[in-house]
């Protein structure tokens, strides 16, 4: 009885972790306005034409702008 208890209990968490990692992943996605910046010309852009509501994902690096 023991043992098929702490089976039970096992297989529960399992299947709530995975639950969990599930419903996380599926809310963590990008905003619909979303504008990837990867240059010092497409931040240059980003900033000259800028949007309401506007998200900027940049790529590390270094951005001169001159």
Do not use: C, H, R
């Not at 208890?5 to 996605?29: E, G, I, N, P, Y």
């Amino acid at each position: 009885m023991k043992k098929a208890l702490s089976t039970l209990l096992a297989a529960v968490l399992v299947l709530s972790v995975f639950t969990t990692v599930f419903t996380v992943s599926a809310f963590a996605q990008e905003p619909e306005n979303v504008k990837v910046i990867t240059n010092a010309d497409d931040l240059a852009d980003a900033i000259a034409n800028q949007t309401a509501n506007e998200t900027w994902k940049l790529a590390e690096g270094t951005y001169n702008l001159t």
